[in-house]
C-alpha cells in the first residue's frame, strides 16, 4: 500500500485483515516507535452535523481512553485527517495487540464449548470493570471481541456503536450487528449495562453455533443473559460462576481411572477392617 502518515505523527504500514468502523492500518507512532492500530472512521451516511458526530466521538474517546484494565485495548488518540479518497475523516489509535477477532475465528467453524465459556469469561471480566467504571460498551459483537496468542480474550471498540451508529456489516466474515442488539435498544431505550450482558449472551450463542448444548452451565448462562426483560436477566455475579464451571477442563480418562482405582483400594481396606472387627467380636 502507499505509505502515509495520519495526523503528522502515525505512518501507515499495512492494512489489517479487521474491519471494524472502516478500513484498519497497522501503523507505527513515529514519536513512541511503538506499533499501533489506527482505525478510519466511517461516518453515517449521510453524515449528521459533524460538529456534533466529533463532540459525541470525543466524549466516548475520552471515556474509553481513562479505561485501564487488562481485558480492554488502550485507547490513545483521536485525529482527524485525509482518507485516501480525500474525504476528511476521523482516525482512532488504539494499541495493536496480536490478535484476531472473534468474527475470524468462527470463519473456521463453531468453538468448543469451553473455548466459548472461556471467551466468555473474560469478556464478562472486562464488561464488569467498564460497568464498574461507569462505562457501557453499547455495540458489542463478535468483531468487538479480539482473541490474542496467548488465548485470552479482549475488548475493543468501547462506545463507538454510541457515537457513530452501529458498525457496517463488512465481507470478511462480519455479522449483523442488529442481531446482537438487547430487545430495549431497539424499542428506543437508552444503553444499560444489562444491554452490554444481553449482547455477550447473542455473542456466546452465535460462537457456539447458535445450538449450544441442551443442558449445561453455558446454555444456562445464554439463556439467562438473554432474557427479553432486563430484570430477568442473569446477573453478571450468577453468570461469572456459570462461565468458571462451563470453562474448567473435565477430567482425563488417567485421571479417572487413577480416581476409580483409589475408590476400590479404599473400600477394600475398609472392607477387610469391618471382617476384622466382626471376627474380634464372634471371637468374643
Request: glycine share 12%; aromatic share 2%.
Given at each position: 500500500?502507499?505509505?502515509?502518515?495520519?495526523?503528522?505523527?502515525?505512518?501507515?504500514?499495512?492494512?489489517?485483515?479487521?474491519?471494524?468502523?472502516?478500513?484498519?492500518?497497522?501503523?507505527?507512532?513515529?514519536?513512541?516507535?511503538?506499533?499501533?492500530?489506527v482505525?478510519?472512521?466511517?461516518?453515517?451516511?449521510?453524515?449528521?452535523?459533524?460538529?456534533?458526530?466529533?463532540?459525541?466521538?470525543?466524549?466516548?474517546?475520552?471515556?474509553?481512553?481513562?479505561?485501564?484494565?487488562?481485558?480492554?485495548?488502550?485507547?490513545?488518540?483521536?485525529v482527524?485527517?485525509?482518507?485516501?479518497?480525500?474525504?476528511?475523516?476521523?482516525?482512532?489509535?488504539?494499541?495493536?495487540?496480536?490478535?484476531?477477532?472473534?468474527?475470524?475465528?468462527?470463519?473456521?467453524?463453531?468453538?468448543?464449548?469451553?473455548?466459548?465459556?472461556?471467551?466468555?469469561?473474560?469478556?464478562?471480566?472486562?464488561?464488569?470493570?467498564?460497568?464498574?467504571?461507569?462505562?457501557?460498551?453499547?455495540?458489542?459483537?463478535?468483531?468487538?471481541?479480539?482473541?490474542?496468542?496467548?488465548?485470552?480474550?479482549?475488548?475493543t471498540?468501547?462506545?463507538?456503536?454510541?457515537?457513530?451508529?452501529?458498525?457496517?456489516?463488512?465481507?470478511?466474515?462480519?455479522?449483523?450487528?442488529?442481531a446482537?442488539?438487547?430487545?430495549?435498544?431497539?424499542a428506543?431505550?437508552?444503553?444499560?449495562?444489562?444491554?452490554?450482558?444481553?449482547?455477550?449472551?447473542?455473542?456466546?450463542?452465535?460462537?457456539?453455533?447458535?445450538?449450544?448444548?441442551?443442558?449445561?452451565?453455558?446454555?444456562?448462562?445464554?439463556?439467562?443473559?438473554?432474557?427479553?426483560?432486563?430484570?430477568?436477566?442473569?446477573?453478571?455475579?450468577?453468570?461469572?460462576?456459570?462461565?468458571?464451571?462451563?470453562?474448567?477442563?473435565?477430567?482425563?480418562s488417567?485421571d479417572?481411572?487413577?480416581?476409580r482405582?483409589l475408590?476400590?483400594g479404599?473400600?477394600?481396606?475398609?472392607a477387610?477392617?469391618?471382617?476384622?472387627?466382626?471376627?474380634?467380636?464372634i471371637?468374643?
Open positions: 500500500m502507499e505509505s502515509r502518515v495520519v495526523g503528522g505523527r502515525y505512518l501507515l504500514l499495512a492494512e489489517l485483515d479487521r474491519r471494524g468502523f472502516g478500513p484498519a492500518f497497522r501503523a507505527e507512532d513515529r514519536i513512541t516507535g511503538r506499533q499501533v492500530v482505525t478510519e472512521i466511517r461516518l453515517p451516511d449521510p453524515p449528521d452535523r459533524p460538529d456534533s458526530l466529533r463532540d459525541r466521538l470525543l466524549t466516548e474517546v475520552r471515556t474509553a481512553g481513562r479505561l485501564r484494565h487488562p481485558g480492554v485495548v488502550p485507547v490513545q488518540d483521536l482527524a485527517d485525509r482518507a485516501r479518497d480525500g474525504s476528511l475523516r476521523e482516525h482512532l489509535v488504539t494499541e495493536r495487540p496480536e490478535a484476531r477477532s472473534l468474527s475470524e475465528a468462527l470463519a473456521d467453524g463453531p468453538m468448543p464449548v469451553r473455548t466459548v465459556a472461556a471467551v466468555g469469561r473474560d469478556v464478562l471480566v472486562a464488561l464488569r470493570a467498564m460497568h464498574d467504571s461507569g462505562v457501557v460498551h453499547g455495540g458489542l459483537t463478535p468483531d468487538c471481541v479480539l482473541l490474542t496468542t496467548d488465548g485470552s480474550a479482549l475488548v471498540d468501547i462506545g463507538l456503536a454510541r457515537a457513530v451508529g452501529p458498525r457496517p456489516v463488512g465481507t470478511n466474515g462480519s455479522v449483523d450487528p442488529g446482537f442488539a438487547a430487545p430495549e435498544r431497539g428506543g431505550g437508552s444503553d444499560a449495562p444489562s444491554a452490554d450482558l444481553w449482547a455477550l449472551g447473542a455473542v456466546l450463542h452465535h460462537a457456539v453455533g447458535r445450538r449450544p448444548p441442551a443442558n449445561g452451565p453455558l446454555t444456562e448462562v445464554i439463556t439467562g443473559l438473554t432474557a427479553a426483560d432486563p430484570a430477568e436477566r442473569l446477573g453478571p455475579a450468577e453468570a461469572a460462576v456459570l462461565l468458571e464451571r462451563a470453562a474448567r477442563p473435565r477430567p482425563t488417567g479417572l481411572g487413577r480416581s482405582r475408590l476400590l479404599a473400600a477394600a481396606v475398609l477387610l477392617i469391618v471382617i476384622g472387627l466382626l471376627v474380634l467380636v471371637g468374643f
